[in-house]
């Protein structure tokens, strides 16, 4: 199976901007998890969707939105960009389905997002 | 879910040696999964254990969770300089959300 795909995967933009990321997850997965990744702040989780619901979300600004399409591709918003946007974002999907237990997650190799 | 926080923060190494990484959690879990990440790039899943599991074997890893003090370690036996990494303990609860701490940063030297 082709693993999770993320596009594009460097992204310049300035500040005030808005970007769109997209996710591809592994074919039949249907959660889609989206992580922002700075030096200061490590790994943080952005919002999980399954079957086009958002299932859960972090402590983000309501600038950072989501969705997923009905073939469980994702993606991710941020409009108003601030320097300290720049990150490394992190999209994973998950075979999921239940509240009981977390499975695998597999992680796409994350979209650069630079913001001047 | 919940933080796992990871213990050491960094580890520096020689090829050949093993490598221990812990994780200490605070509330009861489903299961705990280990993940890698190589600089800047995407997390690699290596290992889950699930709460009625008390030791797992991948390779050179070897996992254990001990529940009753909500702890697991990572053990890399005989390691390479490709095992030079951040590695991550992913403690599940349920839900959703995958709350990642900190990490390991191992650094092996050939």
């Known amino acids: 199976k082709a693993g999770v795909t993320q596009t594009p995967r460097y992204l310049i933009k300035t500040r005030g901007q808005q970007v769109t990321l997209s996710c591809s997850p592994i074919?039949?997965?249907?959660?889609v998890s989206w992580y922002q990744q700075t030096p200061g702040q490590g790994l943080q989780f952005l919002f999980e969707?399954?079957?086009?619901?958002?299932?859960n979300k972090g402590n983000f600004p309501g600038r950072f939105s989501g969705r997923q399409f009905s073939n469980s591709r994702s993606e991710m918003n941020v409009s108003t960009l601030e320097l300290g946007d720049s990150a490394l974002y992190l999209c994973?999907?998950?075979?999921?389905?239940?509240?009981?237990?977390?499975?695998?997650?597999?992680f796409g190799p994350g979209t650069r997002l630079t913001v001047l | 879910s919940q933080q796992g926080e990871e213990d050491p923060q960094a580890l520096s190494i020689q090829e050949g040696e093993n490598a221990t990484m812990n994780c200490s959690y605070k509330?009861?879990?489903?299961?705990l999964q280990w993940y890698r990440q190589n600089s800047g790039r995407g997390l690699v899943h290596l290992i889950l254990?699930?709460?009625?599991?008390r030791e797992k074997h991948s390779g050179r890893l070897r996992v254990t969770l001990d529940t009753s003090k909500k702890s697991s370690s990572l053990l890399i036996t005989a390691s390479r300089a490709a095992d030079t990494a951040s590695y991550f303990c992913?403690?599940?609860?349920?839900?959703?959300?995958?709350?990642f701490g900190a990490g390991t940063r191992l650094f092996v030297k050939a």
């Open positions: 969707y399954f079957s086009e619901t958002q299932r």
């Open positions: 992913a403690p599940h609860t349920g839900g959703f959300k995958t709350i």
């Open positions: 509330t009861s879990i489903n299961n």
């Open positions: 074919s039949g997965h249907r959660s």
């Open positions: 994973a999907s998950s075979s999921t389905r239940d509240t009981k237990s977390t499975d695998t997650q597999y």
């Open positions: 254990i699930r709460s009625n599991e």
